[in-house]
């Protein structure tokens, strides 16, 4: 089956793409609005993109009437923003905080989480996340009508029993983390793991 994205399935472009590129990780994003409300949103077109210096890329869409989403209205005031990452015990609340409230109305009291203030950005990072990610806004892409947001990381953020000093890596496999399935419903959780050796 061939699907031709600038034609006949244009229109089932997000559904088909949602499905067929998985798991996605999800970033749950933090920013301040001019008011100094958190707005907290999940995003899951959302990855690291490279390491030198270290880069993020997430995509905050559009509201259905096309104004931009909090978040990106948030970036375009102050150009902070924080990546909490998710992970099985917060599923529940970064599910919540994906409801649509009037702007200036932090999703965070809703889902019964809290902030910690960050290091390096104003925006706080959410205390119940396993790991969080502080980022300024190295530029903002706009591709037809897509906003891809880059991230320059300043300092990573771990719970302590998540890295080990000796070898100065995350212990994955106590990093519960959830990824994105299929629209509109489905995660997955990475639990369950394969290893296989690269060539040398």
């Not at 924080?82 to 599923?91: H, K, W």
């Not at 212990?171 to 983390?177: D, P, T």
């Amino acid at each position: 089956m061939e699907l031709d994205l600038e034609g006949q399935h244009a229109d089932r472009a997000y559904a088909l793409l949602a499905a067929l590129v998985t798991p996605r990780p999800i970033a749950w994003v933090t920013t301040l609005g001019p008011d100094g409300v958190v707005n907290a949103a999940p995003f899951s077109f959302f990855n690291v993109l490279g390491a030198n210096p270290p880069i993020l890329g997430f995509c905050p869409g559009d509201r259905d009437d096309g104004t931009p989403k909090d978040t990106a209205r948030n970036l375009r005031l102050n150009h902070e923003f924080v990546v909490n990452l998710v992970d099985e015990q917060v599923a529940a609340a970064m599910n919540a905080t994906a409801a649509a409230l009037p702007y200036g109305v932090s999703e965070l009291a809703a889902a019964g989480l809290t902030t910690v203030p960050s290091s390096t950005v104003k925006p706080p990072r959410i205390a119940e996340a396993p790991a969080s990610l502080e980022c300024t806004e190295w530029g903002t892409l706009l591709i037809g009508g897509n906003r891809l947001v880059i991230g320059l990381v300043k300092r990573i953020q771990v719970r302590d029993e998540l890295f080990d000093s000796q070898t100065q890596r995350i212990r994955s496999e106590r990093l519960q983390l959830i990824g994105r399935m299929a629209s509109p419903h489905w995660y997955c959780r990475t639990t369950n793991r394969f290893e296989l050796i690269r060539p040398a």
